[in-house]
Structure formats: structure tokens, C-alpha cells
């Protein structure tokens, strides 16, 4: 009986926990604005298989800095890279 009542809960604080940390994230998100873009670079397709949106970086530093001075209106850029190894 004793482990039933840990059992629910243990289920009963990591959903709080959950919800918590998506609330948080979404408060994160929201705080941005609603004038943010992200511009991602093409789809690659290998063999009929979608690869999926940038599964290619074949956007560069220098096109974040183009676009800074080529758009008229855009303040501020940032450029990462991301993948999976």
C-alpha cells in the first residue's frame, strides 16, 4: 500500500515538474516578441527521403551580415549553426 501512495506520488510531482518547465519555456518564448523571424536554409532530399529543414547549412556568417544591410528595417542579426552528428 505504502508503495502505491509513493508511486502516485512520485507521478504527481514530475507532471507538476513538467508542466512547470513548459510554462516556463513558453513565458521564455513569448517574451521575444512577435517580431522575430529565423530564416533556415533549403530542404535536401537524398534518395526520395526528406532530410528536412535545415538538414544543409548552406547559410554563412556573411549572409547573416548581408541581410543586416540589404533589409532595410532589421536591426539586429544572429547566426548559429546547428546539426546532430
Known amino acids: 500500500m505504502l508503495g502505491i501512495i509513493i508511486g502516485v506520488?512520485?507521478?504527481i510531482?514530475?507532471?507538476a515538474v513538467g508542466y512547470g518547465a513548459q510554462r516556463?519555456?513558453?513565458e521564455r518564448l513569448s517574451s521575444l516578441g512577435s517580431n522575430l523571424l529565423m530564416v533556415l536554409p533549403g530542404a535536401?532530399?537524398?534518395g526520395g527521403v526528406g532530410m528536412g529543414i535545415g538538414?544543409?547549412?548552406r547559410l554563412a556568417h556573411a549572409d547573416a551580415e548581408a541581410m543586416l544591410k540589404e533589409i532595410k528595417g532589421l536591426v539586429k542579426v544572429d547566426s548559429n549553426?546547428?546539426?546532430s552528428v
Open 81 to 83: 549553426v546547428q546539426g
Open 9 to 11: 506520488a512520485s507521478l
Open 55 to 57: 538538414a544543409v547549412s
Open 13 to 15: 510531482t514530475m507532471l
Open 24 to 26: 516556463f519555456m513558453e
Open 44 to 46: 535536401m532530399t537524398r
